[in-house]
């Protein structure tokens, strides 16, 4: 393991069940510090992958993040689920739609749909926030 920095470490280590947020300059290791984190959590505690999601902004972020997952040795059947924002909308979307909360032409909503939509959809952030997924 590459040396952390104890700020590093605190975050790595932190009590599971706890959230914590981490604010950081640019290049100042946040990236690598997940990475951490989550073998920390799978390889060491054994958490289930299933159980955290890992969200980046587009696909390159999330290619490198999966490939760095890879470099510190988890295996890929270990590593958790890492979506971009909108490949994550779009997986809630297809679900709402399969559970038939929404309509499938999701695109033409307007006024209550699209705020119902909105709605929906913050909730779940909120949700996995708070580290629990909506029933089905």
């Known amino acids: ?3 952390l920095t104890d700020e590093q470490k605190a975050i790595v280590l932190h009590p599971q069940g706890h959230h914590a ?3 950081a300059a640019v290049g100042s290791g946040k ?3 997940l990475v951490y984190r989550i073998e920390h959590l799978v390889v060491e505690n054994n958490v289930n992958p299933a159980s955290i999601q ?3 902004f587009n696909r390159w972020a999330r290619q490198d993040f999966e490939k760095k997952l890879r ?3 988890i295996p890929a059947a270990r590593q958790p689920k890492v979506n971009t924002f909108h490949s994550f909308a779009n997986m809630v979307i297809k679900d709402l739609q399969k559970r038939g909360i ?3 032409q ?3 909503w307007v006024d209550e749909r699209e705020e ?3 709605f929906t959809l913050h909730r779940v952030i909120q949700n996995l926030e708070k580290n629990t997924i909506p029933p089905d």
Do not use: N, S, Y
């Open 102 to 104: 929404i309509g499938i």
């Open 21 to 23: 947020k981490v604010l």
């Open 106 to 108: 999701w695109e033409t």
């Open 1 to 3: 393991m590459i040396p």
């Open 71 to 73: 470099d510190v040795g």
């Open 54 to 56: 890992v969200l980046m």
């Open 116 to 118: 119902e939509a909105r």
């Open 31 to 33: 990236t690598f510090t």
